[in-house]
DNA sequence: CCTATTTGACCCTT
DNA sequence: AAGGGTCAAATAGG
């Protein structure tokens, strides 16, 4: 199962991509003789894009093991569904087992990109009822949130244990604007769905017909086109987390939500692929099964700059939780840490092989 | 019967 | 200790 891209390789793509886009603006703004002031802040978000892009190249020039066949560290290694074969095993829970468990999936976790959107249902998309992301996702939990109107509901890729999809969502309805949601995304999605490189589970189910195969490069440049012209995105807070909640583009999403009015079970778009960046790009603005929608209508007013939507905020702290987890750094298909940080804590007890690690393996271990 | 959702409990992080 | 995220038993729906 070999994957064109992997997080950081994603990461990389989109500060070049803000870079470019930044570098335009700059020039944009050098046309028009705007003020000094801004046309600075434009130089220095250039500069640190180039610099984190040179900095994730350099992890990874010595990171031979992601040279070749990158693979993600949520990788698919074909491993039949196992989550039920383990409940017989255990049916007294081994707390400590399970904290430790958890803990690792935990490091795991903070690995993950994260980004956020927002997605504005409209009443079109509310009769349309089209609206999904190719991916299905399957809830597993709902929380209320201190100090928000609407419980925040947790989604997690169906396909979690069959194909190792580790990919996760929270919704939480807007405050201000109901009509809003924030859609946070975790990890990208893994599984064959935006992909095409993994067969369909055994027996198909309903959502198998969701997306078509659209991963070729062309379709990519497209996205890529797409994202261009018509994507307003957040760089997530590169310095304060007010950004965090800056609307980064809008478009229309099911209607379910606001029919159900408790109950977040939507699909928005934005799926960023892990291992393939570009094409969980192709996903939302190319399904055939969102067609009608005019993502990113760009009808938040917010002068934003093109980039990816990849959480830069967590970069670095979840960095350093990698780092804490990961004594053998060298084979991590993450990231190369060759680098020094102040503080290297070691947890005996974990020893992250990333070459074989699948998730499963842990809940299998239960 | 199988899969998805609901929901209280549990655990982790802050 | 509080709040947030996840688990998993119970329940719902096809």
Redesign the pocket.
Known sequence: MEHGWNWEQGTLVGELIQGLELAKQLRLQLDTSSSAQSTHLLVQKILSSYEKALQILKFNVGASATSGVPESPLSINGSPRSDDLD?DNQDS?D?SK???L??K??FC?KMLPRWTDQVRVTSESLLEGTHDDGH?W??????D???AKYP?S?Y?C?YRHSQDCWA?K?VQRSDEDPTIFEVTYRGAHTCAHGNQMVPPPA?P?K?EHKSTNLNNNNQQLQSLLSLRNGLRVDTEGLDNKEMALAPSFSFPSTPFELL?SE?H?FSPSGVLDNNNILSSFSSPFMSPATSELNYFSASQSQTNNFGVILDTRNFESDLKGLISANTSATNSPIMDLDFSLDQVELDPNFQFDARGFSPNSFLRS?
């Open positions: 409940k829970r707390v399970k904290s430790s958890m803990l999936i935990g976790r299905s399957r809830k597993y939990g709902q929380k949130i201190l100090g925040r947790y997690r169906t996760t929270q027996s189910n959502q159900k109950n079970s239960k």
